[in-house]
């Protein structure tokens, strides 16, 4: 397994990731109990950033003033065991680089800021005809981008929730 990190191959820094799995968001919940009554109410506010831990190994050829400058700051992060999703990432690891120097092995801690995968490549949808209709193909609620062009009036249907726009 390899992953890209600031359009940067890890294989092309002779790191190899051993380890690197795959996480899901805490969702962030208000919960409310009432006296009197059993058990409570919950209303999401939204999903937490999370860590994504990922260990690697430094190869004979790699070069670690090159790799400490590699693993740092934020950037796009893409997964050879996902290739058509990315995700937004930092690093926030703090790294003893003494024993790096000895082990070859180091450990970094991709912290996820924005919880969602994203395709790298997502063709547009065009519904010129009524009436139309777009399918979430993903796994979680969406926030689509819904642009329209032309003239006359449009009805939205989204999610039971009609909106006219002229």
Do not use: H
């Not at 058509?84 to 990432?89: D, E, H, P, S």
């Not at 790298?120 to 399918?135: D, L, Q, Y």
Request: glycine share 8%; hydrophobic share 35%; proline share 5%.
């Amino acid at each position: 397994m390899y992953i890209t990190w600031k359009g940067v191959t890890s294989d092309s820094k002779n790191v190899v990731v051993n380890s690197m799995p795959f996480m899901s968001p805490e969702e962030r919940l208000d919960v409310r109990e009432c006296e009197g009554r059993d058990g409570a109410d919950y209303t999401g506010l939204g999903y937490m950033p999370y860590v994504i831990p990922c260990r690697m190994t430094l190869l004979p050829g790699a070069n670690l003033d090159d790799v400490k400058a590699w693993l740092t700051g934020s950037s796009t992060l893409l997964r050879s065991d996902d290739p058509l999703k990315q995700q937004t990432a930092r690093i926030s690891t703090s790294i003893n680089w003494t024993q790096v120097y000895s082990t070859r092995e180091i450990q970094v801690d991709f912290i996820i800021k924005d919880p969602y995968r994203y395709l790298i490549t997502e063709a547009n949808t065009v519904i010129s005809s009524f009436p139309g209709a777009v399918v979430n193909a993903g796994t979680v609620l969406s926030r689509p981008l819904l642009k329209v062009t032309g003239t006359g009036t449009v009805v939205f249907v989204v999610n039971g929730v009609s909106i006219t726009y002229i």
